[in-house]
């Protein structure tokens, strides 16, 4: 029976009153508000904001609002009662009205601001003052804080209406992005890859807002029409949503001194970080600067991790700047993502990211963001040579652990004892002679086959007989590599541990959105089924429709093979 008693830990939260009593607003409690804002969160047009670590703001609601979904899974691990979803109470807030909240609920949420940087040079000219004071949560804001079975989660609408960082958009989401964000947060998590989570998801059955798309069936790089979307809020949920491009943000402050408060603000939201992200790995009881110097090697650890995590499944974030990467090292802001299908290295989803952001390329734009956050480091190390210099060689020493946990992730996926580069290297040269599908190839490979035959069902091009022949001598290499007649049932089992059979593929996913806009959430539901269970075996139904080739006809379709970062 479901009660909502919060301190114990084994009942489940029923009602709204039951989840305001988890309230605790460590942010706004412990960090500055912007000096300059309207503390009852009216802040609904762009301007610049000067300091402060946070502007209040009161979420837009969705009108005529409609459940379509929420996560079963983080549900359970919040303690949280299915049903509570489906209450009035908890859908009003949700979809953005915070007028009737229980105390002791903040009637607005927050925005925060941060900078950009990009592959780590700084950018201003996109914002519209030239400053970069207009950077920051544009439609995101925060709206609660509280601590789940002893967990402090913090939960964000996206979409939720317009903030000073609005840089003149509307502050909305589309229905399209927001059912890909809700369900590609929760598959990550289910990969076993540090990710935002997902809370729910609702759409305005009324209003809608135009954004560039694609004419069916185009394929075009860039939008070629202006369509209309319904508007949706989904809520995503974190242990913090502290990004690189905020500590940039107070960094460039103090570096500059541009207000008196501006070196003391950084020292804040450091701590802010380590208390919300890494208070179980580093000791409070340690002076600011070897925090600093602990947290620099955290993170470090985490980050690499993250990324080499990343390119196991195939993940490609599209648009990894220094504002899209948490400083707690994990994966957040699914807007310009893929998943590589057909194997290349230079994969790109996203039509404006660039080479750069490409499948291949993320251990060093993470180099770059990590390079960022430890600039925002500096100006607290300035009386501190010697832990300057610690913090420069952990830096410079990036790259070499990044390369460790790649291998050791090649290891994992191969079934090797250890790293063998000339392996790997002719495995990743034959498949992207053959057009490999990157998931499914290593799926069937866990399987240990003899033959070359049970992989080329992988391949979008029909190998040549040469092709087939250095196939055969690469498997045979590996087969020796893993010891396979030995121990072929043990390796076996192991890789489909790492190699995902189920996961993302763009064109499974559009129709789910697509009928979403009819009011048909059905198929969401069933994607969320799906790729909950990436590594377990599923019905034969299920491996018939989620487990195969792309079809040729969305090869390089617009808005399936590749998409404009509208949403």
Not at 319 to 334: E, I, K, Q
Request: aromatic residues 12%; proline residues 5%.
């Amino acid at each position: 029976m479901a009660h909502d008693n919060s301190s114990d830990l084994n009942t489940k939260v029923t009602t709204m009153k039951g989840f305001a009593k988890l309230a605790d607003y460590s942010l706004v409690d412990s960090l500055n508000a912007d000096p300059e804002s309207d503390p009852d969160g009216n802040e609904h047009h762009p301007r610049q904001v000067f300091s402060g670590h946070y502007v209040p703001v009161s979420p837009t609601p969705l009108p005529d609002f409609e459940y379509v979904a929420h996560s079963n899974t983080l549900f359970e691990e919040l303690g949280l009662d299915d049903a509570l979803a489906l209450t009035e109470t908890f859908q009003e807030v949700f979809s953005g009205d915070l007028s009737n909240v229980t105390a002791p609920m903040l009637r607005s949420g927050w925005a925060t601001g941060y900078a950009l940087s990009i592959y780590g040079t700084e950018y201003t000219q996109q914002c519209p003052f030239r400053t970069g004071n207009g950077y920051g949560d544009g439609r995101a804001m925060s709206i609660f804080e509280g601590v789940f079975k002893g967990k402090r989660w913090e939960m964000q609408l996206k979409g939720g209406g317009r903030t000073p960082y609005c840089r003149g958009g509307d502050g909305r989401a589309v229905l399209r992005s927001s059912v890909r964000e809700f369900l590609a947060q929760e598959a990550m998590h289910a990969l076993g890859i540090p990710t935002s989570r997902s809370l729910s998801l609702f759409v305005s059955k009324t209003e809608q807002v135009h954004r560039p798309w694609y004419h069916e069936g185009s394929q075009s790089t860039d939008p070629e029409i202006m369509v209309s979307n319904p508007v949706a809020i989904s809520t995503r949920v974190a242990p913090s949503f502290i990004r690189v491009g905020q500590l940039e943000l107070f960094a460039r402050r103090a570096r500059i001194n541009e207000h008196p408060n501006a070196l003391k603000e950084l020292e804040m939201i450091v701590h802010h970080l380590i208390d919300r992200e890494y208070k179980g790995e580093i000791d409070l009881a340690l002076s600011f600067s070897k925090q600093l110097i602990k947290l620099a090697e955290v993170f470090r650890e985490r980050l690499s991790s993250l990324v080499a995590n990343w390119i196991r499944v195939g993940y490609c974030q599209g648009n990894f700047n220094g504002d899209n990467c948490p400083a707690g090292g994990y994966t957040l802001d699914y807007g310009p993502f893929g998943f590589c299908e057909i194997f290349d290295p230079a994969f790109q989803p996203w039509t404006g990211g660039g080479r750069h952001f490409s499948f291949f390329n993320q251990p060093l734009a993470a180099q770059q963001n990590f390079s960022m956050f430890c600039k925002s480091l500096e100006p607290l190390l300035q009386q501190e040579p010697d832990a300057h210099k610690a913090l420069l060689q952990i830096r410079d020493e990036f790259i070499q652990v990044m390369q460790q946990k790649i291998e050791a992730m090649w290891v994992s996926k191969l079934g090797l004892e250890r790293y063998d580069s000339e392996l790997v290297t002719q495995l990743l040269s034959l498949m992207f002679s053959a057009r490999a599908d990157f998931n499914m190839f290593f799926r069937e490979l866990s399987h240990i086959p003899k033959d070359i035959s049970a992989l080329t069902s992988t391949f979008y091009t029909e190998p040549t007989e040469e092709q087939l022949i250095q196939w055969q001598q690469w498997l045979e290499q590996w087969r020796v590599a893993i010891h396979a007649d030995e121990k072929q049932a043990s390796i076996s089992q192991a890789m489909k541990q790492v190699n995902p059979k189920y996961t993302w593929r763009e064109w499974l996913v559009v129709p789910a959105y697509q009928q979403a806009e009819q009011g048909n959430y059905d198929l969401i539901r069933e994607l969320q089924e799906v790729l909950n269970n990436p590594y377990q075996e599923q019905s034969k139904e299920i491996e018939d429709k989620y487990y195969r080739l792309r079809p040729e006809e969305f090869y390089r379709m617009g808005g399936v093979s590749h998409y404009s970062c509208s949403s």
